[in-house]
Structures are given as C-alpha cells and as structure tokens.
C-alpha cells in the first residue's frame, strides 16, 4: 500500500486543518489507519487510529477532544481533522496503515512522505 498525504501548512493558533491520505490499492478497507507526527529534535508521537471500518478511534491524550481521524472507504482516504490548532502542534504530519490495532511505529507496515503543519503563534 503507498499513501499520499496533503493538507498541511501555515495556520494561526486557534485555528484548523484537514489532513487528507490516499492510498492505492484495493485492500485499503482491510486496514487500520493512523496519522503519526514529529517535530523538529522530537522523536515521531502517535496521534490517532482507525479501525478497517471506521467503527472505532483511538486518541493520543495530546489530542483528544481538538483532533478526529475519520475515514472514507469508498474514496481510500484517511483524514484528520485539527481544531484549536496550537504552536506545539508544529511538525510533520504521517499518515501509515497496519493489520494491528497499535500505537508503536512497528505496529504498522507503511507510511506516507508526511505532510508539514506549522502554527503561528
């Protein structure tokens, strides 16, 4: 599976972003998704899940309640969505897609080239 993230660039704090992943292949239904970040000097964090369905998420407490990963099977599209955008959130945005229901990079088999979000203060 390849996938092509997009979406990033310069936001004010405060504000949002939508995050889009495609992926090629026909099995893109059959896997869970996440979306990973990692700022400069920083060692890569997991942010989200999704499960093959879409039935069921799973949030880093770092950003739960601003950020929501969804999914469009039809489309083989991932995105996350960034609300209350903050100057910590800075840093490269990773979609990547796994069988597993984890949160470790070795958890999942491929990633994206990354996409990169920067917050103004």
């Known amino acids: 599976v390849q996938l092509q993230a997009s979406g990033g660039g310069l936001v004010q704090a405060g504000g949002s972003l939508r995050l889009s992943c495609v992926a090629s292949?026909?099995?893109?239904?059959?896997?869970?998704m996440a979306w990973f970040r990692q700022a400069p000097g920083k060692e890569r964090e997991f942010l989200a899940r999704?499960?093959?369905?879409?039935?069921?998420?799973y949030y880093a407490d770092s950003v739960k309640g601003r950020f929501t990963i969804s999914r469009d099977n039809e489309k083989n599209t991932v995105y996350l969505q960034m609300n209350s955008l903050k100057p910590e959130d800075t840093a490269v945005y990773y979609c990547a897609v796994g069988w597993t229901g984890g949160t470790r990079e070795a958890d999942f088999i491929s990633w994206g080239q990354g996409t990169l979000v920067t917050v103004s203060s």
């Open positions: 999704i499960s093959p369905s879409g039935g069921s998420t």
């Open positions: 292949g026909r099995t893109f239904s059959f896997y869970n």
